[in-house]
């Protein structure tokens, strides 16, 4: 029988307990804390941040109140691209988009990035290629055809009445006034929220997922209060949620899920995108629904207008 040497033995698990120092330092430190380092860390992670049980009822109640107000929209779009003056690519791009209903009348307000890509497309273009040559690189977009896809399953054409490329809002409404009354949102009654408020995402799945609702829970990151006042949130929180509302725990709106376009001034490099800085001038963003009610009543004057003239 070998026995083995206890110097050797006691060198292994020195090198086996440097290896894991090397490998997990994250797993040593725990190993090493102090009990009450540890339960402040677990006060950390479960404690404020926390969502409470009466937040998580109110936040079905939202679903329950509110989800037939939320809609996919399908939108058909004609795209040109234009380089040195020459057409480079063309075609016609079908997607489908999430639009909140504001008015009974079917008007509803959807981020206008959905349906017009354009802009944005073209600032990640400056990011990525620089500004010397956006001189020779242009892309056009037009909207061919638009359709409410509605929580009963019908689909009801509709048409553009008003965009703010600004503000990323566009204003749909039914080409033919509808049978009757479609559930909206009442914007005008909109709540206000602060830094580390807990908010809630109202939203719609895509055609894979059968386009049930879906609602998902947040937190005010920051405050922007010039030009106007926008709520950030985690910017990783983006895809299928654009044009979507958003509410306060008890129910209440805040407002609408957009993006906010701006020159970036800069080019995008390889350490920027690493470090998650955005360069591209382009950040999602909760515009207030008070911002988007001076807009909407502009919508509104255009859509009575159009019935006095016809």
Known sequence: MKYLNPT???????AKAQSLKIFFPSLT??????????????????????????????????????NDAVITVKVVSKFRVIVEGREVNKGENEAEAIATVIDPSGLAVLSNSTIDPARVYTEIVKAKAGREGMSKFS????????????????????????????????????????DRPIKALDLSKEASTDILDNILILSRLGRV??????ISMHRVEAIIKKPRTFYVIDQNILDGKLGSPVFSTDGKVIGIFLLRVVESGQKSSLISNLLGINTFGVMSVILPAGEIMEIARQALEIKDKEKIEK
């Not at 860390?41 to 404690?47: A, C, E, K, M």
């Not at 896809?149 to 566009?170: C, F, N, Q, R, T």
């Open 209 to 214: 997922a059968g386009r049930v609702p879906s």
């Open 29 to 66: 430190l725990c190993l090493c804390a102090s009990m009450s380092s540890v339960v402040l860390i677990f006060l950390l992670f479960t404690g404020t941040s926390a969502w409470s049980r009466e937040d998580m009822e109110d936040s079905k109640k939202v679903i329950d109140k509110w």
């Open 8 to 14: 050797k033995a006691q060198s292994s698990r020195t």
């Open 139 to 178: 892309m056009d977009t037009e909207v061919s055809d638009i359709k409410m896809l509605m929580p009963d399953g019908a689909e009801i054409p509709a048409k553009v009445v008003l965009k703010d490329s600004d503000m990323d809002m566009a204003f749909i409404m039914p080409v033919a006034k509808p």
